[in-house]
């Protein structure tokens, strides 16, 4: 199938902690992994993505890992700050060549 | 460049009209998508083309049609609406392949009564 799982729903944390967002996923075939930032009332727009035939991806204070044995890839964002609070979705192309996300992360960050 | 825009932003309809989402993109993208986004249900994908003259299912696509008539255009089209498809509809487009970034339109917010 194309789902993508992800998790958690909601997520909490305190400025300058980190926060993890984890999506697994079952069509083997899927080889590209982006996350997207949507703010309250805004479009969804592109963060950062990897690559399968790479295993992790670093851009200021957002990484990506993934992991395609397992079948699964996370966000972190470290040195978390109120602007970070948002809805974040991970997604991924399948084998049909559409582009499936998964439910969202509501972030929130506590000053 | 506009980049990805949607007509109409808002619409009210009642139950049984039918209606015409536009989507254009300026930026000559072969890929483009149509999602609907509920509370808590993230974006599903509703109908997609992967070109001029193509479309193809997704995972929620009962009650849309779509067509793809020119490469710049994407329509949606509700036949009989129902107060089920009252959601935020956003439009997307990226560039052909299976790896590139996905450009959003700003959403046009349905309500069905």
């Known amino acids: 199938g194309e789902n993508v799982e992800q998790h958690p729903s909601t997520l909490s944390v305190q400025e300058g902690d980190s926060a993890v967002i984890k999506c697994t996923y079952s069509?083997?075939?899927?080889?590209?992994f982006p996350w997207y930032k949507q703010e309250l009332g805004k479009r969804p727009q592109l963060i950062i993505d990897?690559?399968?035939?790479?295993g992790e991806k670093k851009d200021q204070r957002i990484a990506v890992t993934l992991n395609k044995t397992a079948k699964h890839f996370s966000l972190h964002i470290t040195e978390t700050q109120p602007e970070d609070s948002a809805v974040y979705f991970c997604?991924?192309?399948?084998?049909?060549?559409?582009?499936?996300f998964g439910s969202g992360t509501q972030l929130t960050v506590l000053p | 460049n506009a980049g990805v825009t949607q007509t109409p932003k808002f619409r009210v309809l009642k139950t049984g009209q039918s209606m015409t989402l536009l989507c254009a993109q300026d930026?000559?993208?072969?890929?483009m998508y149509w999602y609907r986004q509920d509370p808590g249900m993230g974006l599903r994908l509703i109908h997609y083309?992967?070109?001029?003259?193509?479309?193809a299912k997704g995972e929620v696509p009962d009650g849309y049609n779509v067509s793809r008539l020119k490469k710049q255009n994407f329509l949606l089209g509700l036949e009989s609406a129902a107060p089920s498809q009252t959601s935020v509809y956003f439009c997307?487009?990226?560039?052909?392949?299976?790896?590139?970034?996905?450009?959003f339109g700003q959403g046009t917010r349905l309500t069905v009564v």
């Open positions: 997307a487009s990226s560039w052909a392949g299976r790896d590139t970034e996905a450009f």
């Open positions: 069509d083997s075939a899927s080889n590209y």
């Open positions: 990897i690559r399968s035939n790479v």
């Open positions: 997604a991924h192309s399948g084998s049909a060549r559409q582009l499936t």
């Open positions: 930026m000559n993208h072969e890929y």
């Open positions: 083309s992967v070109g001029e003259g193509t479309t």
